[in-house]
């Protein structure tokens, strides 16, 4: 298992998976404290006579414009590079050369999620923790409690339209096709939190993490000192649902792997 692990990371970086996701982390990580702090003052000296009326910048501005970016951004670019984890491997044959040997498919398939799962986890803590510190040197402090929620918060989100993706890897026998389905699926989840995001199953629908991230990052969801139920709430719920069903599709996925005559 640690020799296949070891192959992951490796092909991780040489395929240029996590490397593409930890350079847009870090473009967004410092263009978002920048725009934030500045773009009141670009916006009237460009005005051209027209008064313009900006909010002061705010370090629960910059942080939360990071986070927006992630979902809008970030999301996409974590499906690209999931979509081709199984599948392309499957395609080209070397998923059969390794199955064949002593590793088994469950061993596979667990150091490709492992190691991509932990390499997002820790992509998004460290780009979050950046932000926050090159905001502080821009506009001012911020929570370090809501931050962590919030970044918590986006983090199970990511990992779950990420696990979709990969669920996705292992039943297709494409990439392009894999991808096409983890970007559908991260479409229907948005569009079933539109449609059911004020009944009562709202609150546990994975798609309020993102409205809650920043609820609990500007600390709109309860006091400001230390969380209490009901802001821990705003994560437990869609947090649970999310871990949930991250689980059935990648069992799911894996049950429809495990018995696919690999060519």
């Known amino acids: 298992m640690s020799a296949l ?5 490796r092909q991780a970086w040489r395929t240029f998976r996590l490397p593409a996701l930890y350079l847009a982390l870090l473009f967004l990580a410092i263009m978002d404290p920048l725009s934030t702090r500045y773009m009141g003052e670009i916006l009237q ?7 313009i009326i900006v909010p002061p910048p705010s370090a629960e501005m910059a942080v939360g414009s990071f986070i927006g970016d992630i979902v809008e951004i970030g999301l996409l670019v974590i499906v690209a590079i999931t979509m081709g984890v199984v599948a392309s491997e499957k395609a080209s044959g070397v998923a059969t050369f390794i199955v064949t040997k002593p590793a088994s498919r469950k061993s ?12 997002l986890a820790l992509g998004i803590a ?3 923790l950046l ?5 502080w040197t821009l506009i001012g402090p911020i929570q370090a409690s809501r931050v962590a929620l919030a970044t918590l918060a986006i983090g199970i989100y990511a990992e779950f339209i990420m696990s979709a993706t990969f669920a996705a890897s292992m039943v297709t026998s494409g990439a392009l096709a894999a991808g096409g389905v983890g970007l559908a699926f991260m479409i229907a989840v948005g569009i079933a939190g539109s449609l059911l995001g004020r009944s009562t199953v709202g609150p546990w629908l994975p798609s309020a993490l993102m409205g809650n991230a920043n609820l ?6 309860g006091s400001t000192g230390s969380p209490d139920s009901s802001t821990l709430s705003l994560l437990l719920k869609p947090g649970t649902t999310a871990i949930f069903l991250s689980a059935a599709l990648l069992w799911a996925g894996f049950d429809k792997f495990r018995r696919q005559d690999l060519q």
């Open 5 to 9: 692990v070891g192959k992951e990371i």
């Open 45 to 51: 000296k460009f005005g051209q006579g027209i008064t």
């Open 108 to 119: 596979y398939v667990l150091a490709k999620y492992g190691v991509l799962s932990v390499g």
């Open 126 to 128: 460290a780009s979050v």
């Open 131 to 135: 932000t926050s510190l090159y905001t």
């Open 216 to 221: 609990l990052l500007t600390g709109s969801a």
